[in-house]
């Protein structure tokens, strides 16, 4: 039977707290939210009717600092995707030592059948529910599926009508109302980051290396601008409609002007139709999930034809698919640490505003480069210690960060 997104996540935890050989009343205390607040949200439709929509927002541990994690808006979002992905924030932002604890949320909405002013009525009502839970110093949402810059506007100025001027209450704001620069491709380039030190760590390079990236929204799209930049070979791409693939290599930005002119990479001249399906077991060097979880399963794992995995997407490798690829010698780079370039250019992002005080986009790259780099060489350290695989690794460091702060500040 398939184990559902919390108990993956907590069955890698697991795997740390084994490593660590922590006790059980620490497997308690990581493991168990702080806060879960579940709101009804009603609001006034074009037409008139009433739309009333379910919303939550997960606070799963705040030992290391304020709250962080994503608003999603999608039709499938529940108690356990936002409970794990909470989780998963937690160890995200330990992972990569940023000051931050871990959090989600989301509304349970299909924002493609609601107009513009019905969104932005959804967001500040959204925001009105759980103003009394946020803040700059407390709880710091950001962007995540079907939610962006836009979005984060609405809910920064609903929240400041409140309290005041609060730039910093929420992060992925647009770059002219107190946004970062670099926040837009941070966790593509993250992503780009992690498997270049990964390669380089056996004497390879990005240049040649073909890539095959499920997913070409803004983490997909990025990640492969930027590596087709570096002279990796993107061999084929996908988004929801379907997928091409070339094994020469796709001009990545003739399929960018065509995504732009049609809405899809679907029918992109000079390359093949392919699945969803089917790319993820495409010869390519490195496969790259950057759209939804679990797609990576025991009913396709065997097929996987790249070498490494780059899980820029939460949560898009099965617990049964890890152990397959463990076994075949498939390496993961696993969420936690490979697509967490997102949530530390927001912790960028919060620091511009709490300095007042604006970043280049060269500084912002730079420590961005910085950060992820550091994340690995302690991952890189961990495995060597404790002979364990990288997703392992990541997850005890993160757990290691985490209990040390649990310990230093007590439970008085």
């Given at each position: ?14 795997q740390?707290?084994d ?27 074009d ?30 979002v ?13 160890w ?33 009502r ?5 103003a ?40 992925g704001?647009?770059?002219e ?10 966790t ?25 990236i499920?997913g ?14 570096e002279?990796?070979?993107?061999v ?25 002119a ?29 759209a ?13 034809q ?23 010698g ?20 919060w ?15 730079r420590?961005?480069?910085?950060y ?41």
């Amino acid at each position: 039977m398939s184990m559902n997104a919390t108990e993956t996540t907590n069955h890698y935890l697991t795997q740390a707290f084994d490593l660590l050989e922590l006790s059980p009343r620490y497997k308690t205390l990581l493991l168990t939210p702080s806060r879960e607040l579940r709101v009804e949200i009603a609001i006034e439709l074009d037409d008139g009717n009433i739309g009333n929509f379910i919303g939550y927002r997960i606070q799963h541990d705040n030992s290391r600092g304020p709250y962080k994690g994503g608003l999603r808006y999608h039709p499938d979002v529940d108690l356990d995707e936002v409970r794990s992905l909470a989780s998963l924030m937690t160890w995200k932002t330990a992972v990569v030592n940023v000051p931050f604890g871990g959090a989600k949320g989301g509304i349970q909405v299909d924002p493609t059948k609601l107009s513009r002013r019905e969104l932005e009525r959804l967001s500040r009502r959204f925001i009105d529910q759980i103003a009394e839970l946020i803040g700059p110093d407390t709880d710091i949402p950001a962007p995540d599926m079907n939610t962006n810059a836009a979005v984060m506007a609405w809910m920064f100025d609903q929240y400041s009508k409140r309290y005041g001027f609060s730039p910093g209450v929420v992060t992925g704001k647009p770059v002219e109302l107190h946004g970062s620069l670099g926040r837009d491709a941070a966790t593509g380039r993250g992503c780009l980051i992690a498997i270049r030190e990964v390669l380089a760590a056996e004497g390879k390079k990005l240049t040649g290396t073909r890539f095959a990236i499920q997913g070409f929204g803004n983490v997909g799209s990025w990640f492969a601008r930027l590596i087709h930049a570096e002279g990796g070979r993107v061999v084929a791409v996908s988004d929801v409609k379907g997928g091409i693939s070339n094994p020469d290599g796709l001009d990545i930005p003739r399929v960018m002007a065509h995504l732009k002119a049609t809405g899809s990479v679907v029918g992109f001249a000079g390359a093949t139709p392919i699945s969803n399906e089917e790319l993820l077991t495409c010869a390519c060097d490195v496969l790259v999930p950057a759209a939804l979880g679990h797609v990576l399963t025991r009913d396709n794992a065997e097929k996987v034809q790249a070498k490494w995995v780059v899980e820029a997407a939460n949560g898009p490798t099965s617990m049964e698919a890890d152990q397959i690829f463990e076994r075949r010698g498939i390496v993961c780079l696993p969420d936690i640490w490979a697509n967490a370039g997102g949530v530390t250019v927001s912790y960028f992002e919060w620091t511009q505003n709490t300095q007042k005080f604006r970043w280049s986009e060269e500084q912002v790259n730079r420590e961005l480069d910085k950060y992820m780099v550091d994340a690995w060489r302690s991952i890189q350290t961990m495995m060597k210690e404790r002979r364990c695989s990288m997703r392992t690794a990541a997850f005890a460091l993160a757990v290691s960060r985490v209990k040390e702060a649990t310990d230093l500040r007590g439970l008085g």
